[in-house]
């Protein structure tokens, strides 16, 4: 299973040629049927993928889905749509979602802008996260960042009013820039107060990235914001 993508001048990822395990082979031939979503399927109707109703969570770049996998477990209220480019972390989220035979996730392997402009509809997602996206540290690709106000705007489009944008990082200067950039996005309020970041909420996993990094004293920075009704 290849990325679906078109021709784009800036990219905030690399597609790398990652290693798939056997078990992530078998697991697009058993459950991508199951949980695959294409862009060629067009605009998405989310109550006939999902067979129900239920409140709808749009994660941006899962990795390797670890901790998606826990808010499949953890909000079986909710539908969770994941977009991922690299085949390995798509291969090891659905195969471990197929085997606990766990019923609420779709997932793209596509680029995001391409899936948002042909697929999701205006309105329809409670929750839109990304969390710890590449930061791209050196200033000349600093372009390159997902957190930008074009991006922003699109995602407002799609997310519900009342609907939360939550953002997470452990590079500082991107949480600096994320602050920036959603400070003068319209249409959002921080949830934490103007220029504030927000603390983790229960339903974020600490990934084992994330708790190592803190063993070493790093930092990591949430922000939420709330589109305006």
């Known amino acids: 299973m290849k990325p ?3 021709k784009k001048s800036i990219r905030s990822y690399v597609v790398r040629a990652g290693r798939m395990t056997e078990g992530q082979r078998t697991a697009f031939e058993k459950y991508w049927p199951i949980f695959g979503l294409s862009l060629q399927d067009g605009p998405l109707n989310a109550d006939r993928a999902f067979g129900r109703t239920a409140p709808r969570v749009l994660e941006i770049g899962f990795g390797m ?3 998606l996998l826990k808010m499949l477990q953890q909000e079986a209220d909710k539908d969770f749509l994941g977009i991922e480019v690299h085949p390995p972390g798509v291969g090891r989220l659905i195969n471990n979602a197929g085997k606990q035979a766990l019923s609420n996730l779709r997932v793209y392997l596509a680029d995001a802008i391409d ?15 990304i969390y710890f996206p590449d930061p791209w540290h050196k200033k000349k690709h600093n372009k390159r960042r997902l957190i930008q ?11 519900k009013p009342g609907g939360v944008l939550h953002l997470a990082t452990d590079w500082e200067p991107y949480a600096e820039h994320m602050l920036e950039v959603m400070g003068a996005a319209s249409g959002f ?4 107060g103007a220029g504030n970041f927000s603390p983790r909420p229960d ?7 994330e708790q190592r990094g803190e063993r070493l004293g790093h930092g990591v920075w949430d922000l939420l914001y709330r589109k305006g009704v």
């Open 4 to 6: 679906e993508f078109k």
């Open 65 to 67: 889905g670890d901790s």
């Open 115 to 129: 899936v948002l402009d042909d697929c999701i509809p205006v309105e329809s997602l409670d929750r839109v996260q």
């Open 149 to 159: 106000d074009d991006f922003v705007s699109k995602l407002r489009t799609h997310i």
């Open 189 to 192: 309020e921080n949830v934490a």
């Open 203 to 209: 339903y974020r996993p600490v990934t084992k990235f």
